[in-house]
């Protein structure tokens, strides 16, 4: 399907006289895919003088029912022969260090892979199932994980899938990595320490790319999903179990689970659903994470103890939206705070703010009182439950701007068993994996 593909790209290039060049890149050109995927990631390469608008045009017409995504810049996407297709343009550059967008690395990954890979496929594809097994693959912005050219790096690298986990179990915090390249004969001289870049500092995880070398390959990698992999791999060379690679699926939980469920913790669950924006998920999830973020901490800021969150983007299509529905949970450990509560003041020696404080509390519950050295007053809350809270504050919250448009055009709060209102599946087994949340660590 693919060389079908890149002769229909060619012929209709040639026709055009459009000086471009088809490239398979991606796990498909480099024997490395698993089973069960089907994406073809296929580039379309410009001289680098060159518009890319001719490139996506040949893109669009090899594919007549396509999608138009946008990363950097405009690309193709389109279903052909029961195959995910992207079709990418691109800039084919000299050198990998003189990119014009990102994707211009990819055919530089590519041929770097493929030259050397040969004898370890098998070993790349152990690892990536590995890694999807426990969640820790993709490196998209939701998931966070190891991408594919990263797992491939790492089998290169430690010369095994074994050899990976075996290294990983020694891996710290700031890890630095560094591919040794074959094809130097003779030691290379130049220290990792000597360039160290800037944006590194706060990476977990830095493994220089080897085709331009002032960039992480594990830049999208979280610490906690490094970790994860980390003492999986420790799980899986302790005791070999194929639950790692092919964990058993998720149930969507029935009703009564549910409620079960719900019944042994007796937490406070509050949930606020609305409908997902119409942006890609590399753009909705981090707004999800941000707006997870302020939320807890305004339910911090006012009493409500968060024991855990989570945020999820389900695409059932809902009565006014087509893009599906944003969902985010928050775990609470109480339905109710008191209607007093404390309020603490300035210190016994600053007469002045003493003053501006007593002023402002003038009729407290109790006190003013001195403890710890300082004033203190006990005044009436303004919100004790959390839906008061949130329908009155959240809208002042930084949220990210379409998650921000989205909640301020309207939202549903449900608590509590009220979550059993929700039957699409999608969300009956995000509950699922929310309570049954569980890891292999050792
Ligand atoms: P893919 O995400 O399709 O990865 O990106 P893959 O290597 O083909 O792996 P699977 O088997 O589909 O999961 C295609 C190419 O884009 C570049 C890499 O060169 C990759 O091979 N890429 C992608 C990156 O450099 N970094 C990324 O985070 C993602
Ligand atoms: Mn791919």
Same mark, same amino acid.
């Given at each position: 399907?693919?060389?079908?593909?890149?002769?229909?790209i060619?012929?209709?290039?040639?026709?055009?006289a459009?000086p471009?060049?088809?490239?398979?890149?991606?796990s498909?050109?480099?024997?490395?895919?698993?089973?069960?995927?089907?994406?073809?990631?296929?580039?379309?390469?410009?001289?680098?003088d060159?518009?890319?608008?001719?490139?996506?045009?040949?893109?669009?017409?090899?594919?007549?029912?396509?999608?138009?995504k946008?990363?950097?810049?405009?690309?193709v996407?389109?279903?052909?022969?029961?195959?995910?297709?992207?079709?990418?343009?691109?800039?084919?550059?000299?050198?990998?260090?003189?990119?014009?967008?990102?994707?211009?690395?990819?055919?530089?990954?590519?041929?770097?892979?493929?030259?050397?890979?040969?004898?370890?496929?098998?070993?790349?594809?152990?690892?990536?199932?590995?890694?999807?097994?426990?969640?820790?693959?993709?490196?998209?912005?939701?998931?966070?994980?190891?991408?594919?050219?990263?797992?491939?790096?790492?089998?290169?690298?430690?010369?095994?899938?074994?050899?990976?986990?075996?290294?990983?179990?020694?891996?710290?915090?700031?890890?630095?990595?560094?591919?040794?390249?074959?094809?130097?004969?003779?030691?290379?001289?130049?220290?990792?320490?000597?360039?160290?870049?800037?944006?590194?500092?706060?990476?977990?995880?830095?493994?220089?790319?080897?085709?331009?070398?002032?960039?992480?390959?594990a830049?999208?990698?979280?610490?906690?999903?490094?970790?994860?992999?980390?003492?999986?791999s420790?799980? *899986? $060379?302790?005791? /070999?179990?194929?639950? @790692?690679?092919? =964990?058993?699926?998720?149930?969507?939980?029935?009703?009564? !689970?549910?409620?079960?469920?719900?019944?042994?913790?007796?937490?406070?669950?509050?949930?606020?659903?609305?409908?997902?924006?119409?942006?890609?998920?590399?753009?909705?999830?981090?707004?999800?994470?941000?707006?997870?973020?302020?939320?807890?901490?305004?339910?911090?800021?006012?009493g409500?103890?968060?024991?855990?969150?989570?945020?999820?983007?389900?695409?059932?299509?809902?009565?006014?939206?087509?893009?599906?529905?944003?969902?985010?949970?928050?775990?609470?450990?109480?339905?109710?705070?008191?209607?007093?509560?404390?309020?603490?003041?300035?210190?016994?020696?600053?007469?002045?703010?003493?003053?501006? *404080? $007593?002023?402002? /509390?003038?009729?407290? @519950?109790?006190? =003013?009182?001195?403890q710890g050295?300082?004033?203190?007053? !006990?005044?009436?809350?303004?919100?004790?439950?959390?839906?008061?809270?949130?329908?009155?504050?959240?809208?002042?919250?930084?949220?990210?701007?379409?998650?921000?448009?989205?909640?301020?055009?309207?939202y549903?709060?449900?608590?509590?068993?009220?979550?059993?209102?929700?039957?699409?599946?999608?969300?009956?087994?995000?509950?699922?994996?929310?309570?049954?949340?569980?890891?292999?660590?050792?």
């Amino acid at each position: 399907v693919a060389i079908r593909i890149l002769e229909n790209i060619e012929k209709l290039a040639r026709s055009r006289a459009v000086p471009c060049k088809a490239l398979l890149v991606g796990s498909a050109a480099r024997d490395t895919w698993l089973a069960g995927d089907h994406d073809l990631d296929i580039f379309i390469g410009m001289p680098e003088d060159n518009d890319l608008g001719a490139a996506l045009d040949l893109a669009r017409e090899i594919a007549p029912h396509h999608e138009e995504k946008y990363a950097e810049h405009a690309y193709v996407h389109a279903n052909i022969e029961g195959f995910e297709v992207d079709l990418v343009p691109c800039y084919l550059v000299k050198d990998a260090s003189r990119i014009v967008s990102a994707v211009d690395r990819t055919p530089f990954h590519t041929r770097y892979v493929s030259q050397r890979i040969p004898g370890l496929e098998g070993d790349v594809l152990l690892l990536k199932q590995f890694m999807k097994g426990i969640g820790v693959y993709g490196s998209e912005l939701r998931i966070g994980g190891f991408s594919g050219y990263l797992s491939e790096l790492l089998v290169l690298c430690y010369g095994s899938f074994v050899g990976v986990l075996n290294a990983a179990g020694k891996w710290r915090p700031g890890e630095m990595i560094e591919v040794p390249d074959q094809s130097h004969h003779e030691p290379q001289n130049t220290s990792i320490a000597g360039r160290v870049q800037e944006a590194w500092h706060n990476d977990p995880l830095v493994v220089i790319d080897p085709v331009d070398p002032k960039r992480n390959v594990a830049a999208a990698l979280t610490l906690d999903k490094m970790f994860q992999f980390v003492a999986a791999s420790r799980c *899986f $060379l302790r005791q /070999h179990s194929d639950k @790692l690679f092919f =964990p058993p699926k998720i149930a969507p939980l029935k009703d009564e !689970e549910l409620l079960d469920l719900m019944d042994c913790r007796r937490s406070a669950l509050v949930l606020i659903e609305f409908d997902a924006p119409p942006v890609v998920e590399d753009i909705l999830f981090p707004q999800l994470r941000k707006a997870e973020q302020s939320i807890r901490g305004l339910l911090e800021r006012n009493g409500f103890g968060v024991l855990r969150s989570d945020v999820a983007w389900h695409k059932v299509t809902s009565d006014v939206g087509d893009d599906g529905l944003a969902r985010m949970l928050f775990e609470l450990e109480v339905w109710e705070l008191s209607q007093v509560k404390k309020h603490i003041g300035p210190p016994g020696w600053e007469a002045q703010h003493i003053d501006r *404080f $007593l002023s402002r /509390h003038a009729k407290p @519950l109790s006190g =003013p009182y001195i403890q710890g050295g300082k004033v203190v007053v !006990e005044i009436p809350r303004k919100y004790t439950n959390p839906r008061s809270l949130l329908i009155s504050e959240m809208d002042q919250l930084s949220l990210g701007k379409h998650v921000k448009q989205q909640l301020h055009d309207g939202y549903k709060i449900y608590e509590g068993n009220e979550l059993i209102q929700i039957e699409d599946m999608e969300f009956r087994r995000f509950m699922t994996a929310y309570f049954r949340k569980h890891m292999y660590i050792c």
